[in-house]
């Protein structure tokens, strides 16, 4: 049974950081490529972030590029999202998604599983 299971959400000031983390069992780990989906009430689904099989390539969306950083340690299977210098409008929704691709990528389609989310709440 394949799980993915997100934690370190949370209510926070503008300015504050949180880390959150992506626990994975039932599927290689190592073999698939993992991102970073976030969704804000009566807005689409984005990927916030995205990182290759070995941890090596990385993709960023523009708005978090500079703040949020994507890693992986296979080992523990599990992904991690540094997010620093949060804004209100990082507010949302925060998924984490295992694909058996290669590359990143921010297509949410190309994703095979999905977590089942968690809150990431920044006040101003």
């Known amino acids: 049974q394949v799980l993915l299971v997100e934690s370190g959400g949370g209510l926070v000031q503008a300015g504050d950081s949180l880390k959150l983390s992506c626990t994975a069992s039932g599927f290689t780990f190592s073999r698939y490529r993992m991102g970073w989906f976030r969704q804000a009430p009566g807005k689409e689904r984005e990927c916030v972030a995205a990182?290759?099989?070995?941890?090596?390539?990385?993709y960023y969306e523009d708005s978090v590029q500079g703040r949020f950083t994507i890693s992986r340690d296979n080992a523990k299977t599990t992904v991690y999202l540094q997010m620093n210098s949060l804004k209100p409008e990082d507010t949302a929704v925060y998924y984490c998604?295992?694909?058996?691709?290669?590359?990143?990528?921010?297509?949410?389609?190309?994703?095979?599983?999905w977590g089942q989310g968690t809150q990431v709440t920044v006040s101003s």
């Open positions: 990182i290759s099989r070995s941890g090596y390539y990385t």
């Open positions: 998604a295992a694909d058996h691709g290669i590359l990143p990528s921010s297509i949410w389609t190309a994703y095979d599983y």
